[in-house]
């Protein structure tokens, strides 16, 4: 049963600290550094968790404000992708052959359903607060439109290279980037193929998740 509390699933912790120390014993073992990168993506993953942990406890306390809402559905919209994004850093398998590819396969396994698990679980918790405000279509729809915009983001991330960050720091760089997927026919395809796949995976994994998550 899913409940409201500010802190991150034990299930969700004992995959977070497994792919540490896995990644550890591959700087032991194999003096291979080249997948540390995965733990600060497990971390971008818990921001958008916390985000909605700390929205959905206020709304539970009837403290949350639209303006506190909106804002901290813009930024939860824009971290979220990160959590989902790390499925995809499993073409990586076999990529470094010191190490064996089995012993890769589960360090990025772990990682991935860690990350994507938080995904999920912080998706459920805006479902809620969005679902008090709205009635259900309306949630529905939302739920919809930001899979889809996960799905986006994702695209952007792993074939585009851009971080969520960049809104910020670089708005134009992101706009010249995201124009490349309409003037070059290379990203046109790439976007046609991969955005509506992630949407897909993404959607069925969490009715699938949500189906047998809450009671």
Do not use: C
Not at 46 to 62: A, H, T
Not at 145 to 160: D, E, K, N
């Amino acid at each position: 049963m899913l409940n409201n509390k500010i802190f991150i699933p034990k299930s969700i912790t004992l995959l977070i600290i497994l792919a540490v120390i896995l990644n550890v014993l591959r700087v032991i073992l194999f003096d291979k550094y080249s997948f540390i990168y995965i733990l600060w993506n497990i971390l971008l993953a818990l921001i958008p968790f916390l985000i909605s942990s700390i929205l959905l406890f206020y709304s539970d306390k009837k403290k949350l404000n639209k303006s506190f809402f909106v804002i901290g559905g813009f930024f939860w919209l824009i971290f979220l992708p990160n959590a989902p994004y790390v499925v995809t850093d499993l073409i990586h398998i076999g990529v470094v052959r010191a190490v064996p590819v089995l012993y890769d396969s589960i360090l990025l396994f772990t990682s991935a359903w860690a990350s994507l698990l938080l995904g999920m679980y912080s998706i459920y918790q805006m479902e809620k607060i969005i679902l008090s405000r709205y009635n259900k279509k309306i949630t529905d729809i939302s739920i919809f439109i930001i899979l889809l915009l996960t799905s986006f983001g994702i695209y952007l991330g792993r074939f585009l290279r851009f971080n969520s960050w960049e809104i910020f720091t670089s708005p134009v760089s992101l706009f010249q980037k995201m124009l490349k997927i309409f003037s070059y026919s290379t990203y046109h395809i790439e976007a046609l193929i991969y955005i509506p796949l992630f949407f897909v995976f993404l959607y069925i994994a969490y009715i699938s998740w949500k189906n047998q998550s809450v009671k």
